[in-house]
């Protein structure tokens, strides 16, 4: 398997812009999870579906967030309009029970 | 949110020697799990430790839980240049979430 494959790895975009995020979690995962991680906030989960429901949202910073999961091999994350403050390192994980988490590489998003 | 609070912060030793982290936690637990995060990497689950666990071994790795003092230690032994990454731990209790510490960053002297 090649594990949880995000896209892209890195993006750069203008204030305003709308920013989407890719994930496509390994096969047979039934847990997924967008994070975000910063040096100031360290990790945190924005977002966690169950069998491609979103179970707890609470973590989703504002409306300006949101998240699909489609179908059990993907899930958007979508900024829009993105943020200077949006800056992160935004990562999906996937878990076959919910322990033992398998994280993508990552998606470094800068706005500008 | 932030749970587990591991220390030390950063820790830089010469390859070859043992590499001891910390970690310690506030409310209870299902178990605790360490990761490894290299730069500009995704995290890499290293080892579950269940609530009802007192130590696990993993190769190098040897994890050890202690739940009345709700403290963790995470030792490498024999560390390597590949070794040096940032460790954390993160606690779960029944539900799904982990909850995250700020990390150790180890940093290993060839």
């Known amino acids: 398997d090649a594990g949880v494959i995000q896209s892209p790895r890195h993006e750069v975009t203008e204030m305003g812009q709308e920013v989407t995020l890719r994930c496509k979690p390994i096969?047979?995962?039934?847990?997924l999870f967008w994070y975000r991680q910063t040096m100031m906030r360290g990790l945190e989960l924005l977002i966690y579906f169950n069998n491609n429901v979103p179970i707890d949202d609470s973590g989703m910073p504002e409306d300006r967030f949101s998240a699909k999961m489609p179908n059990a091999s993907f899930s958007t994350l979508k900024i829009q309009p993105s943020e200077p403050r949006d800056s992160a390192v935004y990562f999906c994980?996937?878990?076959?029970?919910?322990?033992?988490?398998?994280f993508g590489s990552g998606t470094r998003l800068t706005v500008v | 949110s932030q749970q587990g609070e591991e220390d030390p912060q950063a820790l830089s030793i010469q390859e070859g020697e043992n590499a001891t982290m910390n970690c310690s936690y506030k409310t209870s637990i299902n178990n605790l799990q360490w990761y490894r995060q290299n730069s500009g990497r995704g995290l890499v689950h290293l080892i579950l430790i269940r609530s009802n666990e007192r130590e696990k071994h993993s190769g190098r790795l040897r994890v050890t839980l202690d739940t009345s003092k709700k403290s963790s230690s995470l030792l490498i032994t024999a560390s390597r240049a590949a070794d040096t990454a940032s460790y954390f731990c993160?606690?779960?209790?029944?539900?799904?979430?982990?909850?995250w510490g700020a990390g150790t960053k180890l940093i290993i002297k060839p």
């Open positions: 096969s047979g995962h039934n847990s």
């Open positions: 993160a606690t779960q209790n029944s539900n799904y979430q982990l909850i």
């Open positions: 994980a996937s878990s076959p029970d919910g322990y033992g988490y398998t």
